[in-house]
């Protein structure tokens, strides 16, 4: 057996974020971090210690100001903005505590929204893959409603549907379950655990419910700006 690990799905070294131009406020103080692949890895820490900040650069939306980030084996800060909305679209998913489904529109065509951020074109493989993703959540009879008229817990459901379309290695996860009760909350969080396991995506979920991140394999705790080992 050859001692090599697999290569993280994303790995950090040294990634430091400072905010202002002529004050210059530091939030992220040298993270290294590596987050392996196919794992389910909550992120917790007290408000204000910077994990929407690092989520933002994990998700490729903002830049560190030192460091490196990989992603699946690829340096991503020497990237510019086309390769990284590229990227991005190809190896990460996003749910976030507001599911942002559009309520005029059905719940495939909100699963479907990814395909247009990338300009990709619709096809049968695709709106059948939709209808599928819908059906593992739970969602058949619901495939053609409007958003609108779906609870708070489907609605989030038809966000993780949508965070899957283009099976990407990594999902981000912000208070995915932040908006919802304790029962809808639990239901919506062993969903992404099952198919953490059933397809080996990647999961990074911020929590501020310790119930909820005994349930993943590992915790990242963040303290000012720091991995708190
Ligand atoms: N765009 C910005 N400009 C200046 N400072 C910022 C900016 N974004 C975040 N900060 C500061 O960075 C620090 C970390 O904020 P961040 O939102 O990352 O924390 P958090 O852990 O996600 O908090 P919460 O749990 O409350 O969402 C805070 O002091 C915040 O004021």
């Given at each position: 057996m050859s001692g090599a690990s697999p290569t993280p799905v994303l790995r950090l070294r040294g990634v430091r974020k400072s905010y202002g131009d002529t004050v210059v406020t530091e939030v992220l103080h040298g993270i290294d971090l590596d987050i392996a692949a196919g794992a389910m890895t909550a992120l917790v820490g007290p408000s204000g210690s910077g994990k929407s900040t690092l989520l933002n650069l994990l998700g490729l939306l903002d830049r560190p100001t030192a460091g490196s980030i990989q992603l699946q084996g690829r340096e991503t800060t020497d990237l510019d903005d086309a390769a990284l909305t590229e990227l991005r679209g190809r190896s990460l998913g996003f749910v976030f505590q507001f599911h942002h489904l559009l309520p005029a529109f059905t719940a495939r065509e909100n699963v479907l929204l990814p395909l247009h951020a990338r300009r990709g074109r619709l096809d049968r493989a695709l709106w059948d893959r939709a209808g599928a993703l819908l059906g593992r959540m739970g969602l058949r009879g619901e495939?053609?409603?409007?958003?609108?008229?779906?609870s708070g817990g489907q609605q989030q459901r038809v966000a993780i549907a949508r965070a899957l379309l283009h099976d990407p290695g990594l999902v981000l996860a912000d208070e995915p379950t932040g908006n919802l009760d304790t029962v809808t909350g639990r239901e919506v969080f062993d969903l992404m655990r099952d198919l953490n396991r059933e397809r080996g995506t990647a999961f990074l979920v911020v929590t501020h419910d310790p119930g909820l991140a005994a349930l993943c394999e590992r915790t990242i705790e963040l303290v000012d700006g720091r991995v708190h080992l």
């Open positions: 495939i053609d409603r409007l958003a609108s008229q779906l």
